[in-house]
């Protein structure tokens, strides 16, 4: 198992032990009101909007052709004889040594 994999399942064991430890009522105040609600319903839902909001923020940023911050611009890019995959940032004197 991948390092990735192994904290996944970590948090979400320790998670759900919390979750289900916390099954009381408890008085909550959202903005000026107070809501009844068993501590298990709001700590899933915070868990949940969290998860939500964390992948939204982590996803790539699309850039489009005609953005002016576009730093990503396709027609100044240097084209390299190597295929895209097999391009390095090794100076010459680096692949002497290696070679």
């Not at 979750?19 to 008085?27: C, F, K, Y």
């Not at 009101?33 to 319903?41: G, H, Y």
């Amino acid at each position: 198992m991948s390092f990735k994999t192994t904290l996944a399942i970590i948090i979400t064991l320790g998670l759900t032990i919390l979750i289900m430890q916390n099954t009381d009522e408890a008085v909550f105040t959202i903005l000026f009101t107070s809501i009844k609600l068993p501590k298990l319903v709001m700590l899933t839902a915070v868990s949940v909007s969290a998860f939500i909001l964390g992948i939204l923020v982590s996803r790539p940023k699309r850039h489009r052709k005609d953005d002016p911050y576009n730093v990503y611009d396709d027609d100044e890019e240097e084209q390299d004889e190597r295929p895209k995959g097999r391009r390095d940032t090794l100076s010459d004197e680096d692949r002497d040594y290696i070679s």
